[in-house]
């Protein structure tokens, strides 16, 4: 149950705040906060009663500079986590291009058969094809499930494996593909993950530790597009469309995932004072608008306290 309140670091001054910027089954509260003026009271609050309202809730904030949690909660519990699953297909997709196995520019058609009509931008463009790294920029800026399936056909679905346990991540996967419709052989979901594992897999980008330095920079460089900044990211005020060189030195990469009853989020937040890398999964009965909005403000709570922090 509850343990002892972490105590949170002295803000990041001088030179190491320069480098960051150039770089039940899960019903409990949070059990883990920082203390202090730079607390995170009000997300504790918000994740309690969306779990006191049946809601499975995680939640796994780091700090960059020393590595120690922040606040935590059910951390270790698989969730499922729809788009954020796109997040070890690019690194898979990068260390490929990387090592020289993958042509950038290699052209992937657009398969017909299991076309997702539902939702995303390619299936809207007349281009038929795309090379690898346009799908790649397509897939982290808007999440598009036809370019995650082919960026997924492209590389393998063990390799993709393969990769998550390379990555130090045993209890995230990503199981199927995206599809409009789930039937009986399908996997019940596109990925799981623990919020554990994808914060600090955001935190392993910006620290260049993800294989190595250029394939950790190509991923943030991609996830530095995401057009999706209506959870937690709300709070920071970006220009959802360009947001990589903000005026007042915020650092931010993110990536979002939807299902039905799901919302999940991870990413990296640094400004003046601290950085930290933050996920929070939120699987709950999506019966009505206000259902859906309880969850969506519990992530707003999380952003305005991550803003605090990092400010």
Known sequence: MASPSASVPEPVQGDRASRRGARHRGRRAPRRAAVGRRSFTSTMSALEELAQSGAQVSVHVVDLDTGEPVLSGDDHIALPIAGLGIVPVLVEVAAGMDAGTIDPLQIVDRVGANFVTGSGLWRSLRVPALPMIDLATLAAATGDPNAANALLDAVGHEQVRARIVSLGMPRSAVLDRFRDKRGPDDAPHVAVGTTREFARLFASLVNSDVVNARVSSQVSE?????????????????????????????????????????????????????????????????????????????????????????H
């Open 222 to 310: 991609w996830l530095s597009l995401n057009h999706d900044l209506s959870l937690a990211a709300s709070a920071s005020g970006l220009d959802p469309f360009a947001h990589d060189h903000d005026a007042h030195g915020l650092l931010f990469i993110n990536k979002t995932g939807r299902g039905h009853g799901v919302r999940a989020e991870a990413g990296v937040l640094a400004g003046p004072r601290a950085g930290i890398a933050y996920a929070l999964t939120v699987c709950f009965d999506d019966l009505s608008i206000s259902h859906r909005l309880r969850a969506h403000d519990a992530f707003r709570v999380l952003g305005t306290d991550l803003m605090e922090y990092a």
